[in-house]
Each structure stands twice: as structure tokens, then as C-alpha cells.
């Protein structure tokens, strides 16, 4: 049996995720922080976990069901904020309609699926589109914050769809969205 690696999320607008890049890139070069890059910029719902990809059939159609039931996502984009010291990322503001498709996405996964990611099981959910990670330095990211703590950051877009990720090896790949 062959496990492999997958994450739920929903995609911003291709507009949003050129600026994203663009910031990402900026990271990569300038504070040699490239992990980032892997992904296409995202707001994780569910954190990876492993599934046999015998079963991925199974992992489709909850989904499936999930997606049929719930309505667009109005997403807004505030800023930047971070996990000091590792992590900078876009801000996205917790809305009550976010807040729920998150918790109702996890349970739905762990009662169906047996699919449950511990930690987050027990840690508040902050949205977030990730801009400089596990790669960033200590001190690049307290050079890298000054630079971004207070830099604008302000979009919205409605969220219409739940995308399915899986890695390649190499990087994230999409595989595949389900519309709401």
C-alpha cells in the first residue's frame, strides 16, 4: 500500500496569488527563504496528513458531500502578521463563515475518515497565506519582520471552492478542487 501526502485549502484568486508570489520570491531572494515556493498560495483548512492512495476514492467523496452543502466564503485580506520567529504570512481575517467551514471540514474528516491532525485538533485555527517559513533564519526573520509588520496588505475575494492537495515528491500539486 502506498501512502502519500495530502492538505485541504481553499486558493485565492489568480490575481491575489501572483502578489503572494511575487512577496514570496522577494523572501527567496532576499532572505534566503524559498520553502514557501513549494505551494501555490494557500489558506490551509486541514494540515497534511498520509492516506492510502488506494482509498483516495473515499477521501474524494466526503469531500464531495462537504463542498455540495456549503455556500461561497467572503475571505478578506488584512495585513501581515507572524509566528515569531519562523513565520510570515498574509493576515486573513477569522469570519464566523471561516471559522465554521474549518471546524465542520475536521470533523467531518475525522468522523468519516479517521483523518485527524492532533495538534491542530487542539490549537485555535489562524488563517493564513504563508510567505516566509521553515527556512527563514531567526535573524533574517526579525529583518524580514521589520520590513513587513507594518506593510499594507488589503484584498477580499469570495472563496467558492475547497481545493485538494497532494505532493509529489517535490511540491504541492492540485488534485483535484471541489466547488461550493
Not at 477521501?59 to 495585513?79: M, N, S, W, Y
Not at 510570515?88 to 470533523?107: A, D, G, R
Request: hydrophobic share 45%; aromatic share 12%.
Amino acid at each position: 500500500m502506498s501512502k502519500h501526502l495530502f492538505f485541504m485549502a481553499l486558493l485565492p484568486p489568480l490575481a491575489i496569488q501572483k502578489e503572494a508570489n511575487q512577496i514570496k520570491h522577494h523572501f527567496a531572494e532576499v532572505y534566503n527563504s524559498k520553502a514557501a515556493l513549494k505551494s501555490p498560495p494557500h489558506i490551509t483548512l486541514q494540515p497534511p496528513f498520509y492516506w492510502e492512495i488506494t482509498r483516495l476514492g473515499e477521501l474524494k467523496k466526503v469531500l464531495e458531500e462537504l463542498a455540495q452543502h456549503q455556500a461561497f466564503i467572503l475571505i478578506i485580506l488584512d495585513g501581515f502578521a507572524a509566528f515569531k520567529p519562523r513565520v510570515i504570512y498574509i493576515n486573513v481575517l477569522k469570519t464566523p463563515e471561516l471559522l465554521s467551514l474549518q471546524k465542520e471540514l475536521m470533523l467531518q474528516l475525522e468522523s468519516s475518515l479517521n483523518i485527524v491532525h492532533k495538534v491542530a485538533k487542539h490549537r485555535p485555527f489562524t488563517p493564513h497565506i504563508t510567505v516566509g517559513f521553515k527556512d527563514l533564519t531567526k535573524a533574517n526573520f526579525y529583518q524580514a519582520w521589520e520590513e513587513f509588520k507594518e506593510r499594507p496588505f488589503d484584498s477580499q475575494f469570495n472563496a467558492s471552492k475547497l481545493t485538494l492537495f497532494q505532493h509529489n515528491g517535490k511540491k504541492w500539486e492540485i488534485d483535484p478542487e471541489f466547488c461550493f
